[in-house]
């Protein structure tokens, strides 16, 4: 099976070490965080991809899940917060998006787990796992995507009163590209990625504070 090029989850993952960079030493810099605004979409974009190309969607999920759970107690320590990690985000989505592409009653659990993301405390909750399902229609109604994404960031910012999110949008035009350059990433290197990152920086804000 043909390799595809990665350039774009590899940009998202510097783009949100950029983020977390700013989030972790640099708080008062809101440029750290309008840059890490456009990382969480590409991974959303990645899952929605993800949950289409892949062969075997249990272990698909079960190794977002595994990461997700190693992963909480360093993004506890990074970011000094009870709320679930990403991952979590990421594996809910991408639930919701599978069984909404089954179709006939999976559809109907689909939409409680939407519902439901509301009062599960994970980071971006409700918001993250919208955003991944509105990327499910990226390949067949681009449109129906982005005006959905638009949406979503009015709806973000209506709740949360954190405008700053709605920058996400620029990453639409990155979702998808077709890149010139090509890069090809190891296959569990982002499972590894997360918590190693989070673990360096923690590691680093102890020693020099």
Excluded at 33 to 39: A, C, F, M, T
Excluded at 40 to 52: E, S, Y
Excluded at 87 to 111: C, D, I, N, P, S
Excluded at 132 to 139: E, L, Q, R, S, T
Aim: charged letters at 10%; aromatic letters at 22%; hydrophobic letters at 55%.
């Amino acid at each position: 099976m043909e390799r595809r090029n990665q350039m774009t989850a590899a940009l998202a993952a510097i783009l949100m070490v950029v983020d977390h960079i700013g989030a972790i030493f640099f708080p008062q810099q809101t440029a750290f965080r309008l840059i890490g605004r456009l990382s969480f979409p590409l991974f959303a974009f990645g899952i929605a991809q993800g949950v289409t190309y892949t062969a075997n969607f249990k272990k698909y999920i079960f190794r977002i899940l595994f990461a997700a759970v190693l992963s909480q107690p360093i993004y506890f320590m990074a970011f000094e917060h009870t709320n679930l990690n990403p991952l979590f985000t990421l594996a809910l989505g991408a639930l919701v998006l599978w069984l909404w592409r089954k179709g006939g009653r999976e559809r109907f659990f689909a939409g409680v787990l939407l519902i439901l993301s509301y009062w599960i405390k994970t980071s971006y909750s409700w918001y993250g796992v919208a955003t991944i399902f509105v990327f499910g229609f990226y390949d067949c109604a681009r449109n129906i995507s982005f005006y959905g994404q638009v949406f979503l960031q009015l709806l973000y910012g209506f709740f949360t009163n954190v405008w700053l999110q709605s920058f996400s949008l620029c990453a639409f035009p990155l979702a998808g590209r077709v890149w010139k350059k090509t890069v090809y990433l190891p296959k569990y290197f982002f499972y590894v990625f997360y918590p190693l990152h989070l673990t360096i920086l923690v590691a680093i804000r102890e020693i020099i504070f």
